[in-house]
Structures are given as C-alpha cells and as structure tokens.
C-alpha cells in the first residue's frame, strides 16, 4: 500500500509538470475571459478536471448560457463515468468512501493505475493523482498573475501541450494488438463524430471500441 | 453569467459524474467479459482525447501547428524520449510554425 503510493508519486511526477504548464494556461486564458485570480484558481482547486475547466471557460467566453457551458464541462467529463464504472469493483469500504476515492480520478493516474486485467491499484492511483493535484493548482495561480508576462498562450504553443500529454498516456497503453485497434477504432469514432456532436460527446461515445476486448477468451467465458 | 455559479455547477457535475461509478457499483465482483472490456477503455477514451484536441476545433475538423507540433513530440515519445522534453519540443515546434506562417 505504502509502496504503490511512493510508485505512484514517483510515476506522477512528469505528468505533474506538464498539468502545471496545462493550468498556468488555463489560469492565463481565465482571467483574460473576466476570471477574477479567486475565481480561476479555485475552478482549477475544486473542479480539478484539465478538459472540464477549458469547455466550461470556452463557453463562457463566447457568451453562451450557464447552462450550455455546465454540460459542455459534464460532457468533457463523461469519460470519467467510464473509468469510475471501471474502478468501482477495485475500491473497498461504504458507498461515501467509495465515492470520496472515485474523485481522485483523473487520466493519467487512472491509465497508470489500471492493472490490465479489469482490477485497479487504488494507492498507486492516490500517489499518481498527489503531485498532479498540486502543480494542477499551482499552475494555475502562476498563471492568474503571471499571464500578462506571457501574452497570447498559442502564440508560445501552449495549446499543443494537451494533445502531446494525452499521446503519451495512448502509447503506455497500446501495447498489444488488441489495445492498438481498440484505439484506432476509438480514434475513428471520436473523429467521426466531431461534426455531428457537442464537445465531449465524440470521445465518451469512443469508449465503445473497448468491447474489441468482448471476444478474446469467449471459449474460457 | 455569475462565475461563482459556473464554478459550483462545474464542481457538482464533475463530483457527482465521478462518484457515480464507484457508489453504485463499488464492492462487487463484475463478470469476466465486462473487465475485459474495462482493460481497453483506457485506450478508447484516451486515443479520442488526442484526436479531438489535436484535429477538431470546436465541430469542425482542421489541422493548425498545433497538430503538427504534437506530432512532433509523438515522435520523440515514440522513440521513449521523456514526456516533458516530447511536451517541450511539441511546444516549440508549434510556436516556431506559428512565428514563420
């Protein structure tokens, strides 16, 4: 238990450093959409969803109702409800505890935690999840007041740091031939149906393309 | 829009969203099949969050620097380069690009 959370930590800690330059942007960003500093640092401290906190604010600032910019962030978050279902049977204790764990949630940390056979190590995601949370918030306040230093964040690529961090969780996952067409399968899906559907959509719906995983070993099942 | 009352509505959603799964379904033993089907959802989802961010630009699909700029530091992570030099050079490659064009 001690053990995983120190790996954890320690497996957390590259992924920390790019979320710490992921929120300064979205601390920049927030405050030139009309943020108070209080404001933006505390989304980044209590929603603590990377993807979330950018669809909540892109809304925002393109004028559009609470509303639209609650699902846009809920939506982003439908991801989550997968890796919650796919946690769940690897958390112990009542319904509160199960619930409060399931918060430490966020994709790198899940995808390092994920044993590759349905079960999950609880502490090593704890660990993951412990620097991430705190360079997610720290960023974020460098950004609120730093972000005048920095000017427009595209303009020193910033916007490529989000994608860039996702590749990299995609190919400590695709290690044999089934993972690697369940994500081109979810890829295609994803793209699919970027025209057709609300921000957030196209990527909860990709999770369709782990049931690839249904056939192997029928026989045994 | 209060953005106190976005921040709230954004925490509540993202806390019940993630709470969902392990309060409901927590403590029991899932069937075999479904935690095969678990094991790939990492890269499903995963794989989609890459393509949106770096080929969709609200509902429509499009290529920027930023896309190449990523592509740029898959390559180095391909070649199992740090995550943080692949980030750094993503970044670079893509504000270099923007700079020229």
């Known amino acids: 238990m001690r053990e995983s959370f120190v790996r954890g930590v320690r497996l957390g800690i590259p992924y920390a450093v790019v979320g710490f330059v992921l929120s300064l942007s979205f601390g920049v960003v927030a405050r030139q959409a009309g943020f108070s500093p209080g404001q933006a640092i505390a989304a980044s401290a209590f929603v603590f969803a990377g993807s979330a906190q950018f669809a909540a604010l ?3 600032a393109a004028g559009g ?3 639209a910019a609650v699902a846009a962030a809920a939506m982003m978050n439908g991801r989550f409800l997968a890796m919650g279902v796919a946690l769940a049977p690897s958390l112990p204790g009542g319904p509160l505890k199960r619930g409060l764990q399931g918060q430490t949630v966020v994709d790198a940390s899940w995808a390092l935690a994920n044993n590759g056979d349905g079960t999950f190590d609880r502490w090593l ?3 993951t999840t412990a620097p991430q949370y705190v360079t997610w918030v720290l960023g974020t306040v460098v950004g609120v007041y730093g972000g005048d230093l920095l000017g427009d964040p595209d303009r020193i690529g910033l916007d490529a740091v989000f994608p860039t961090f996702f590749l990299a969780l995609v190919l400590a996952e ?3 031939p089934t993972s690697r067409r369940v994500a081109l399968l979810g890829a295609l899906i994803a793209l699919a149906l970027v025209p057709f559907a609300p921000p957030g959509v196209p990527v909860l719906a990709a999770a369709a393309a782990a049931l690839l995983g249904v056939p192997r070993r029928r026989e045994a099942g | 829009m ?3 009352v976005l921040i709230a509505a954004c925490v509540a959603a993202t806390v019940t969203i993630k709470a969902a799964g392990p309060v409901l379904l927590g403590g029991r033993e899932l069937p075999a099949v479904m935690l095969r089907v678990i094991a790939y959802l990492a890269p499903a989802l995963l ?5 949106t961010a770096a080929f969709a630009d609200g509902r429509e699909l499009h290529v920027g620097a930023e896309t190449v700029g990523m592509i740029a530091g898959g390559f180095l992570l391909w070649r199992g380069r740090p995550l943080v030099l692949a980030v750094l050079v993503a970044m670079v490659v893509t504000a270099g690009l923007r700079a020229i064009l």
């Open chain 1, 125 to 127: 995601l704890f660990g």
């Open chain 1, 174 to 176: 695709i290690r044999d």
């Open chain 2, 2 to 4: 209060n953005v106190w």
């Open chain 1, 58 to 60: 892109a809304v925002f």
């Open chain 1, 65 to 67: 109702t609470l509303i």
């Open chain 2, 47 to 51: 794989s989609a969050l890459v393509v």
